[in-house]
């Protein structure tokens, strides 16, 4: 929520000793706590909020942005609309990214990835929300049973080990022949595996995430183990009749390159 830029967050003394919250580390950012100055991974990664729009204490969101050409030389709409936040205290609290959109009869619906856990690399899952306009704030979240309200992933991670694994998330929404296509990593493994799972339903059911049928694993990427990998961007190619699927390697490392299925 705000502008890029170096920030020095100053906090009075109240009552006891006061401290730094955080919950993940930073290159890069320095912190004093109690005196005593931290750099690199040793930092803290803070979280500033403030009370508008009143919907706080999350750390992703998912902005909307126009441009009139789909042109690399594209000139971006200024005011940033946020499309879909995550829900104070509830299943989705502390992040909404990774959104994949499409359109299905007069709705465009979301998928996106959501978790409870702070470390957003643990315990992901799979959530959707729809809105009957893409640009506007009035999205629907998926409570489980229809849409608006308290939010419920449409699929879950059901981790053999809290706070130890992925779980599921970097999700690709695709419509064909009257189907709805549900990609999705899952990782519940002890090693950076980020196998791709398909999911699927009838694009004619308005209450589609309470139809989706598992499909299991459709992409199996045990080659890459010893890699660092990410989610895959799945998109189905009409001028060569085929699905397609493309994702990094040695993410955030040398000898960075691309995949695709």
Known sequence: KFPMGAYLLYMERTEGTPGAWGGATANGMICWVNGSETSG??????????????DVGYSSQIRYYSAP???????????????????KDKADKYYAKDPSVVKVGNYYYMAYTGSTTLDEGLDNNVFVARSATINGKNWEKWNG????GDP??????????????????????????????????YNDQAIDVYDIHLATASA????????????????DRNKFAANSVSGCDVKYVDELNCFQAIHGVNVNEVNTYLTIW
Do not use: C, M, R
């Open 69 to 87: 050409t789909a042109s690399i030389n594209a000139v971006w709409s200024e005011d940033e609309v946020i499309a879909v936040a995550p829900t």
């Open 152 to 185: 419920a992933a449409i699929v879950s991670a059901n981790l053999t080990a809290e706070e130890t694994f992925f779980g599921v998330g970097e999700a690709s929404l695709i419509v064909k022949d009257g189907q709805i296509y549900l990609y999705y990593t």
């Open 41 to 54: 991974v040793q930092g803290h990664e803070n979280s500033v909020q403030y009370t508008a729009p009143g």
């Open 204 to 219: 004619s059911d308005p209450n589609w995430p309470a139809a989706l049928s598992d499909k299991g694993k459709v992409i």
């Open 145 to 148: 049973t229809g849409w608006g």
